[in-house]
């Protein structure tokens, strides 16, 4: 079945340095999301990507989808403590009917 | 203010006690999900719905039990039956859940049966 692997599990930084978290299928996906979930928290939607090489930006935050829509990254410019929190991806992907896969998440944690 | 609300926040339960979770949502979202989150770990569906009176199971189903019997009302029950029920319950819903719509998470709630 359809699977999204995520790594590295965790990311310890010091504040200012920059991070990447990436996001794999085993399948192609119509479209990718990535959420934060900050500590004691839920998740909260970041984003959406849907075309092949697509790149979006938010401030300090980079976010590309793969041209084969198999694999996604989030890069994250400069690191601040407020960054702190799990990153998730969510790939949308058709097996027997379209359902979103969350990957296993990538916890940020930012040395002041 | 629209949303989506879990009730209670944290909930305690003796083991062999069923345990019903609340989930509520005003955004008119026709999709509402039920995840489970383990410490440190990723989020696993247990069931969804993309209509009232429908849902389906997620990939870890067994030992739980849903009812969507009003669009803005998904409750999970969590039975006997569920060998680990102790963990992070959040409830989400979207748009429409083939259109890949972002998904609107609740507050969760932490379930600890002893």
């Known amino acids: 079945g359809q699977q999204v692997m995520q790594i590295p599990q965790y990311q310890h930084v010091q504040e200012g340095e920059d991070f990447t978290t990436y996001c794999n299928s085993s399948?192609?996906?119509?479209?990718i999301q990535w959420y934060k979930q900050r500590p004691g928290g839920h998740p909260v939607f970041l984003i959406q990507?849907?075309?092949?090489?697509e790149v979006k930006k938010q401030k300090r935050l980079t976010f590309q989808f793969g041209e084969a829509k198999k694999n996604s990254s989030l890069h994250i410019t400069a690191t601040q403590t407020t960054d702190v929190g799990t990153y998730f991806c969510?790939?949308?992907?058709?097996?027997?009917?379209?359902?979103?896969?969350f990957g296993a998440g990538t916890r940020l944690f930012v040395k002041a | 203010d629209g949303g989506i609300t879990q009730s209670p926040k944290y909930l305690f339960r003796k083991e062999g006690q069923n345990v019903t979770l609340s989930c509520e949502q005003n955004?008119?979202?026709?999709?509402m999900y039920w995840y489970r989150q383990d410490p440190g770990q990723g989020l696993r569906l247990i069931y969804y719905?993309?209509?009232?009176?429908?849902?389906q199971k997620g990939d870890i189903a067994e030992g739980y039990s849903v009812s969507r019997e009003k669009k803005e009302s998904f409750p999970l029950t969590v039975t006997s039956a569920q060998k680990n029920p102790t963990a992070f319950y959040l409830c989400?819903?979207?748009?429409?859940?083939?259109?890949?719509?972002?998904?609107?998470f609740g507050p969760g709630t932490r379930l600890t049966v002893t």
């Open positions: 989400a819903s979207s748009i429409f859940d083939q259109g890949g719509y972002e998904q609107y």
């Open positions: 399948t192609t996906l119509s479209n």
């Open positions: 990507l849907v075309k092949s090489g």
């Open positions: 969510a790939g949308l992907g058709y097996t027997g009917g379209f359902k979103t896969i």
């Open positions: 955004l008119n979202h026709d999709a």
């Open positions: 719905s993309q209509i009232v009176n429908d849902f």
